[in-house]
């Protein structure tokens, strides 16, 4: 399977289940709050977003891959490193005038994260109660997420995962093929492993 299958099963997915149950999620288009929060990918899924980059998302992510890289060298072993980075509202380098930029080429992650609840619950401050992100379509997405890695791992060996900025901006830069080489890379920055780093798998 490819990520731009698993992108369009994902969203079929998701149509039928929504249809089924009869559930409408509230998300819309100009609310973002989840755009404040952590999205981890795989390297595969990655390179399948890279060639839909305009040159200004690469500029961005040109200036915020090291930001955020230096903050999960500091942070990758904390509990709370996800909820202080969600409050501290810095957007997804994508997020462009309150829209997803790469909305057709977004990652599943992005794709599985739901409500049908009060979307000012979504916001860093409001602390959402337990179900208002919707349980099974997130679901839905980590099974093609699975399936995913394990296309990556058939393919190349290992696999590599990790947070959306950082691991876009370390392919435009140069991330070695290798696994020693991309562990090495990844150790060298301080972001290898540990509770929220990157993993090779
Ligand atoms: S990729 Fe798009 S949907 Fe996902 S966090 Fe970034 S702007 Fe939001």
Redesign the pocket.
């Known amino acids: 399977m490819t990520p731009e299958e698993a992108w369009r099963a994902l969203d079929q997915d998701l149509a039928d289940y929504l249809a089924r149950k009869g559930v409408a999620p509230s998300c819309r288009a100009g609310c973002?709050a989840?755009?404040y929060?952590l999205?981890s990918l795989s390297r595969l899924e990655a390179k399948a977003l890279l060639p839909h980059l305009t040159k200004a998302q690469k500029a961005r992510l040109l200036e915020e891959g090291p930001r955020r890289l230096a903050l999960l060298a500091q942070g990758k072993d904390q509990e709370d490193f996800p909820s202080r980075f969600f409050r501290s509202r810095t957007?997804?380098p994508?997020?462009e005038g309150g829209l997803?930029?790469?909305?057709a080429h977004?990652?599943l992650?992005?794709r599985g994260l739901l409500t049908q609840g009060d979307p000012s619950l979504c916001a860093p401050e409001a602390k959402a109660p337990k179900g208002h992100f919707l349980p099974v379509p997130w679901r839905m997405a980590r099974l093609r997420m699975e399936a995913l890695w394990e296309e990556e791992q058939r393919r190349f060996g290992f696999l590599v995962l990790g947070e959306?900025a950082g691991l876009l901006y370390l392919l435009l830069t140069g991330l070695p093929e290798d696994r020693p080489g991309v562990e090495a890379k990844l150790q060298a920055l301080g972001v290898l492993g540990g509770r929220w780093g990157f993993q090779v798998v």
């Open positions: 973002f989840c755009c929060g999205v957007p997804c994508l997020l997803c930029g790469v909305y977004r990652p992650a992005c959306l």
